[in-house]
């Protein structure tokens, strides 16, 4: 084991023990102590799910990324295990940037991003990136002395060596493959497609997609796997243009439901669609489950947003695990079934009415930053309903539907920031013939709202103080409501 891999372990054990476990969010992954942010390498090895992430153990801000790393049965309960890369070697001392795992032979296989700080003839420094394999038992991982597997000269002429990163690598009968993103010759988005048989030897084998400028610079982080009888490409572009309430400025998630012409090694792609439309989601990967279930996971921050309250000892929260399904070419996100069983103290309120003239409504039992709560809404006869939650002593984060422009917004202007972030995004969602479903997550600093079973996702992270726990409905005009509302236990 390097020294640098010796020393973040030793830092994160001696550290960890430190946090108090009530510190953290109850079922939602995060660490015991340092910065996170991509989560990678999501996969299932050995019968058990591993998330490893981009991890910084030494402070809650980014530095020289490590891959911090955890493993689960059931997407609710972690198991903290050792960091499992370290930025030590010649290729790789600038940082082991995101990438992707796959079981293979009994081994677990990393494929990641090393970046290399470089002189050039002209004196100027690069960061250069290539592509590397570490092959492990689950807790250890021995970087292959073949590193780098795949530098950018593999790419086409003119590509960037410098914006070379994020593979994700998967198995197809005796095949790997793996994408990574990249910058072409004219600077816009390319996702390369490598090929090989051993997982050492990589070979050059299309561009599987490019975005011309459309959609952003760089395409972070992509992902690439087929779902019921369609192919999806998930990425996270930079350096996004807002557009109506699809996009926002900057780093974005977005999906492409296509095809794959494994002939010509392209992918045939739809509309992009956002992937969350809250403030706080981007990276996202996803894992097959055993029983054939496709399940995504993303880092619950903006790089535009840091929230984390400096006292925290970690940084960074990855979503709720989703299952993805597709109804009418969009993806559809649900919790992960698994969470069920962790359900507790039910509480529900049937027939709810709601009136302006009544003001706020608070109903019995119904209170919490702990919680799994379905609201049903009736508002064919009001304007708008709100859901006042996390509240207290001049705190609350909202959630508005309005009828008048069919948006569902989340407001965390109320949240206890201290500093002048994004407070506000909106998204269209359709009632239903007057009829509106939320299933709301809240875990102590996280808010995920799917609207109607998972047509749409909305997440977003508040660090108002836990004692903050109040729920209450207010509408314009009369609403009703149904609710069912469990506490999370772990
Ligand atoms: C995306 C990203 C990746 C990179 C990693 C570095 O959030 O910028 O492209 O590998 O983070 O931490």
Redesign the pocket.
């Known amino acids: 084991m390097s020294e640098k891999l010796d020393r973040a372990r030793a830092y994160e054990e001696e550290k960890r023990t430190q946090t108090p476990e009530g510190s953290k969010c109850v079922f939602h992954l995060t660490p015991a102590v340092g910065w996170i942010?991509?989560p990678n390498g999501f996969s299932r090895y050995q019968g058990e799910y591993h998330l490893f992430y981009?991890y910084h153990p030494y402070s809650t801000v980014?530095g020289p990324?490590h891959w911090g790393h955890q493993k689960t049965r059931d997407f609710i309960k972690w198991e903290h295990l050792p960091c499992a890369l370290a930025p030590d070697t010649g290729y790789d001392g600038q940082g082991c940037?995101?990438g992707s795992a796959v079981e293979h032979e009994g081994k677990h296989i990393l494929m990641y991003?090393g970046v290399l700080d470089r002189m050039e003839d002209d004196g100027r420094h690069t960061l250069r990136q290539t592509q590397c394999i570490a092959v492990g038992d689950g807790i250890n991982y021995e970087k292959l002395p073949e590193n780098p597997v795949i530098t950018a000269q593999a790419l086409p002429e003119g590509s960037s060596k410098e914006d070379f990163?994020?593979p994700r690598i998967w198995k197809e009968g005796d095949t790997f493959y793996a994408v990574a993103g990249s910058l072409g010759v004219d600077g816009s988005g390319q996702i390369a497609l490598f090929s090989s048989a051993d997982a050492g030897k990589w070979r050059f084998e299309s561009i599987l997609d490019a975005n011309g400028g459309r959609y952003g610079k760089m395409w972070?982080?992509p992902d690439f796997f087929p779902l019921e009888d369609s192919q999806i490409l998930i990425v996270?572009p930079q350096f996004m243009h807002a557009e109506g309430l699809e996009f926002h400025n900057g780093n974005n998630a977005i999906y492409f439901v296509g095809s794959y012409d494994r002939e010509k090694k392209k992918f045939l792609r739809k509309e992009a669609r956002s992937v969350d439309y809250g403030l706080d989601f981007?990276?996202p990967q996803t894992v097959e489950t055993a029983d054939g279930r496709r399940v995504m996971t993303g880092w619950l921050q903006s790089?535009d947003n840091y929230l984390t309250p400096e006292e925290f000892p970690w940084s960074g929260i990855m979503s709720i695990p989703r299952e993805l399904e597709l109804r009418d070419d969009r993806l559809i996100q649900n919790p992960v079934r698994e969470l069920e069983r962790y359900r507790q103290n039910e509480v529900s309120h049937k027939g709810v009415t709601l009136s302006e003239k009544a003001g706020k409504t608070e109903l019995e039992g119904v209170r919490g930053r702990v919680l799994d709560m379905t609201v049903e809404a009736d508002v064919s006869r009001s304007d708008a309903l709100t859901l006042h939650l996390a509240a207290g002593e001049g705190f609350e984060t909202t959630l508005t539907y309005e009828k008048g422009k069919g948006t569902l917004t989340t407001d965390r202007t109320y949240s206890g920031l201290k500093k002048d972030l994004l407070c506000t995004r909106s998204m269209y969602v359709d009632a239903k013939e007057g009829k509106l479903k939320l299933r709301l997550l809240m875990d102590k600093y996280t808010l995920e709202v799917f609207v109607n079973d998972g047509e749409q996702a909305m997440s977003s992270v508040i660090f108002t103080p836990p004692e903050a726990e109040g729920i209450a409905f207010s509408c314009k005009g009369e609403s009703s409501l149904d609710l069912v509302m469990y506490e999370i236990m772990v």
């Open positions: 942010n991509d981009q980014w990324m940037f995101s991003t990163r994020d972070e982080c996270s981007y990276a790089w």
